[in-house]
Every structure is written in C-alpha cells, then in structure tokens.
C-alpha cells in the first residue's frame, strides 16, 4: 500500500508540473519551465522510493501498469475540477479497456 500511496503523490505532483501552467499562458515560458521543474523535482522525491520498495513486491511491468492507472485517475479528477474539462464517452471506454491491461498483467497465468 505505501507504493500506491507514493506514486498517488508523485502523480498529483507531476500531474500539476505537466498541467497546472496551462491556466496561465500568459506567463513567460521558461518561468513556466523552472517552475514546473521545481514541482516535478518534489515528483521525484515520492516517484523513486515508490519504485525502489514497489519492485520488493511488484515487477516493473506491474510498478509501471500501477503508475499509469494512478495517472490516469488523477488527470480525470484534475482535468474536471481545476480544468474545468468534461469526461467524454469514449474516455471512459478507453479507461475500462485500461481495467482490461490491468488485469491481463495482474493475472497469475
């Protein structure tokens, strides 16, 4: 559990360090790029160790299936709530077929 809850923080970090600027593009770019590396630096502080204890218990395919899940669920809630961006059909049928890879990397075969 403490994986999922590091990459769940790497993820809200790095989620605002690729999106948070998009709501001020007025802002000179590279002030935008030294921010926005500021933040993912703090990404990296949560996204190493997730993958250095998570590889204890997971393989990489499955660390990396974990990261991208994660990512996807924080970039809905963030694309609606701070974006102010709607969920469209085929978002979520793109998401269920994601449930599909998980399961397929998951499954003890």
Not at 18 to 30: D, E, N, R, V
Not at 60 to 69: G, M, N, R, S, W
Not at 86 to 95: E, H, R, S, T
Request: aromatic letters at 18%; charged letters at 10%; glycine letters at 6%.
């Amino acid at each position: 559990m403490n994986t999922v809850i590091l990459l769940l923080i790497s993820n809200i970090f790095m989620t605002i360090a690729w999106y948070g600027h998009l709501k001020y593009k007025s802002a000179p770019l590279f002030t935008v790029i030294l921010i926005s590396w500021g933040i993912a630096f703090v990404e990296y502080c949560f996204q190493v160790p997730a993958n250095r204890y998570g590889h204890a218990q997971f393989s990489a395919a499955q660390l990396k299936t974990i990261q991208e899940v994660i990512t996807l669920v924080v970039f809905c809630v963030f694309s609606v709530v701070y974006l102010k961006e709607g969920i469209k059909w085929n978002y979520v049928v793109g998401f269920l077929m994601m449930i599909g890879a998980v399961f397929m990397i998951f499954k003890k075969w």
